[in-house]
């Protein structure tokens, strides 16, 4: 989906949205979006996106940024604007087009009148300094912090890409299964010389995936454990829904998917970012006055960000909780990819229905994040 920009990403969904649930675009208070590699090419996406699908002038929008755990902050922040009554109808969503992020000059407008100007990579870059160098010292990027926590927690290759194969797996039998069809909105692409071609499910996906396919695969890093076929997917996506206050649900003809629980957000070590969702977790499960690990087994099901097989795993050593059966049914990062502002709100989406689907109450979506950050929140179906 590279020629599709990232205000057409949002739009479609914001409109597709908007039309499945029956809502007047009129009372919808606020737009809160997610983006992490954003540009003044569309500045203030929430605001962008709701011009742009057509939405009443008056509706404003606003744009957030937490990195990796972007798309799930801005559902808190849509959740936080309707407890407090600054709200009632809230719509937040995450996008990213990955494809689409630019390189990029510091130099340019003062300095550099004649000779080579540098140009960064803005995908690269963001990796790179997602920590005060200074105080920590420079980090390659994100495949650095996986490799740290291979280390740390005697995560081998093999663990890595078993990992990452059952992945791939769950997510195409979950795609054959119809398990996405009601989550997912088709996106137009445009093509030159024909009719724009409709995109309909995810193209990352890799069934034919096995640990001794993956094993073929070369290290990123001489000598570890990270390769391309188990970390995450770059891609380009866009998700939302619609927060709405309890009081008026029946107002607005509405029957809620889920009920958002508790959350809360911390910091870690930036070149262990990966970790986060372990003191993410325990945080939140002192704030509900619960150990982590009884937290955990009152889930029905799961969600943890795969932005690498050996991250999950070490989140998994972390907390001491290795149920497979409740975590990641259907994929995720390393099968459906990772398109930074986006993926926490497809991981509310994909819990919310698969709570439904097998007739659960209560899930766990949970996230590491770039620069050293951890978030995790709970959703009940009632």
Known sequence: ???????????????????????????????????????????????WAALHAGLPIGVPGMQLDRRCGGGLQALLTAGMMVQTGAADVV?????????????????????????????Y???????????????????SGM???????????????????????????RAAAAWKDGRFDDEVVPVEVPRRREGPLLVTADEGVRPESTPETLAGLRPIREGGTVTAGNAS???????ACLVVA??????????????????????????????????????????????PRELLDGMDLVELNEAFAVQVLAVLEGWGWHDHDRLNVNGSGISLG??????????????LHELRRRGGRKGLATMCIGGGQGLAATIETR
């Open 1 to 47: 989906m590279r020629d599709v920009p990232v205000e057409d990403l949002a739009a479609t969904v914001v409109r597709a949205l908007l039309s499945a649930s029956g809502v007047d675009p009129g009372r919808v208070d606020d737009v809160v979006f997610a983006q992490s590699y954003a540009n003044s090419e569309v500045p203030c996406v929430g605001r």
């Open 91 to 119: 719509l937040a969503g995450g996008v990213e087009s990955m494809s689409r992020i630019e390189y990029y000059s510091t130099a340019a407008r003062w300095g550099a009148r004649a000779g080579t100007v540098a140009l």
């Open 121 to 139: 990579d803005r995908l690269d870059r963001g990796r790179e300094r997602s920590q005060p160098e200074a105080r920590f010292g420079p980090i």
């Open 143 to 169: 495949v650095e912090t996986a490799e740290n926590l291979a280390a740390d927690f005697g995560i081998d290759r093999a663990q890595a890409d078993a990992y990452a194969a059952r992945s791939h797996q």
């Open 233 to 239: 997917q770059q891609n380009d996506a866009a998700a």
């Open 246 to 291: 309890e009081d008026r649900l029946s107002e607005l003809g509405l029957e809620p998917l889920g009920y958002l629980g508790s959350w809360t957000a911390v910091g870690c070590e930036p070149s262990r970012m990966g970790i986060g969702p372990v003191p993410a977790t325990a945080k939140l499960a002192a704030r509900v006055g619960l150990s």
């Open 338 to 351: 990772h398109p930074i502002g986006a993926t926490g709100m497809r991981m509310i989406t994909t819990l």
